[in-house]
Each structure stands twice: as structure tokens, then as C-alpha cells.
T-cell receptor, first 115, second 116 residues
């Protein structure tokens, strides 16, 4: 069965510091991978996605993620965090190959940013 | 862009009443829409998948008679929580896809339901 693990429940970084949020997935075929961000009381905004091709994908707001098949990982990175990045981040995996495309979400990582 | 709206953004109702939540794709036609439920400090749990013109597919453990889903057009899906109870209080989020094959889901801003 598909699953997504985000090992870190809560991360605090200083503004300007680099960030890496971890995501590991379990899926038998080629996964479709997503990172979403959610501000309090809001819906989800897509940061970036990986379907195929270049394993390093660029997203909005200066985020990037790297797909590593050998490690079943899709970690999210940002070189310099801004205070406005404080939010909840969700990694998700979707079924490939013409299915409905249901998404399985990780439990999320809450990011706090220190001034 | 691909904008999805939800209405209302929040609603408070009395126990035993029914509440309808609308999900609209504003600038694209959505063949498939999804309804999620999110408890405080939790992840999103898929409730049901809705294809335009056909019956919704509910996830295991979700009562189809309690959570009525209608996807009558390519831009509108509705979720009706019937005979709501306090345990139905939650954040309900919809999403929409542009086509039936695996693709990006675009999420609405969510609806906060509080049942008194």
C-alpha cells in the first residue's frame, strides 16, 4: 500500500538559515510526488511536483525538491528561509498510470521561523 | 491558473441540521473532484472521489448517506453533511483535477464546520 512518512513533526529554523524537510514514500510503481504548504486555517497551495524527468524540481517561493528513487525520498529544500515560510508542509504521493490520481498525504511538518 | 473556491469558508450549525458546502473550479473544467477532511493538527484524509455525472466513490469508513456528494457539472461539486453532530466538526477541503489521468490536484481554501 502507498504511504508517506514525514519524520519531523515540528522544525524550527532561524530566518535566513537553510531548510530541509524530509519525506519518504512507499509505492510499488513510479510515484507522482508533491509538496504542498498550508497556512493556518487555509487550504493547500502546491509548491512543486515531480512526475518524471529531471529529479531536481524547482517550485515556487524558492523551494526545490530532489527525487531519490534509491532512498524513496523526496526532500524539500530552501537555501534561505523567510519568516513568511512559517506554515505546515505536506508531502503527498499520487498513483501514476491513468488512475484517478488519489493523493496520499504525510502527516505534515510544522515549520516555525525564529527572527 | 487553476483556482478552486469553496463556499462557505466557515459555518456554524445546530446539531441535527444539514449543511451544504460548495466546491467550484473557477477557470477550468474539473472532471474529478475530491473531498478531504482534516482534523486539528492532522493530515488530510480523503473522504470521497467525485466524477462529473456519476456517483461518488467513498473511502472505507465514510458514510455515504451522511456525507452526500453531488458533482452535477464540470465546475461544481457539493458536499452535504446531513443530520450533523458535534463529531462532524472539522475542516473540509475539496480539490479538483483537470482530467482523469493522474495530474495535479488544485485545492480549495477549505470550509470550517462547527456543529453545536
Amino acid at each position: 500500500a502507498q504511504s508517506v512518512t514525514q519524520p519531523d513533526i515540528h522544525i524550527t529554523v532561524s530566518e535566513g538559515a537553510s531548510l530541509e524537510l524530509r519525506c519518504n514514500y512507499s509505492y510499488g510503481a513510479t510515484p507522482y510526488l508533491f509538496w504542498y504548504v498550508q497556512s493556518p486555517g487555509q487550504g493547500l497551495q502546491l509548491l512543486l511536483k515531480y512526475f518524471s524527468g529531471d529529479t531536481l524540481v524547482q517550485g515556487i517561493k524558492g523551494f526545490e525538491a530532489e527525487f531519490k528513487r534509491s532512498q524513496s525520498s523526496f526532500n524539500l529544500r530552501k537555501p534561505s528561509v523567510h519568516w513568511s515560510d512559517a506554515a505546515e508542509y505536506f508531502c503527498a504521493v499520487g498513483a501514476s498510470g491513468g488512475s484517478q490520481g488519489n493523493l496520499i498525504f504525510g502527516k505534515g511538518t510544522k515549520l516555525s521561523v525564529k527572527p | 491558473g487553476a483556482v478552486v473556491s469553496q463556499h462557505p469558508s466557515w459555518v456554524i450549525c445546530k446539531s441535527g441540521t444539514s449543511v451544504k458546502i460548495e466546491c467550484r473550479s473557477l477557470d477550468f473544467q474539473a472532471t474529478t473532484m475530491f473531498w478531504y477532511r482534516q482534523f486539528p493538527k492532522q493530515s488530510l484524509m480523503l473522504m470521497a472521489t467525485s466524477n462529473e455525472g456519476s456517483k461518488a466513490t467513498y473511502e472505507q469508513g465514510v458514510e455515504k448517506d451522511k456525507f452526500l456528494i453531488n458533482h452535477a457539472s464540470l465546475t461544481l461539486s457539493t458536499l452535504t453533511v446531513t443530520s450533523a453532530h458535534p463529531e462532524d466538526s472539522s475542516f473540509y477541503i475539496c480539490s479538483a483535477k483537470k482530467d482523469r489521468v493522474a495530474d495535479t490536484q488544485y485545492f480549495g481554501p477549505g470550509t470550517r464546520l462547527t456543529v453545536l
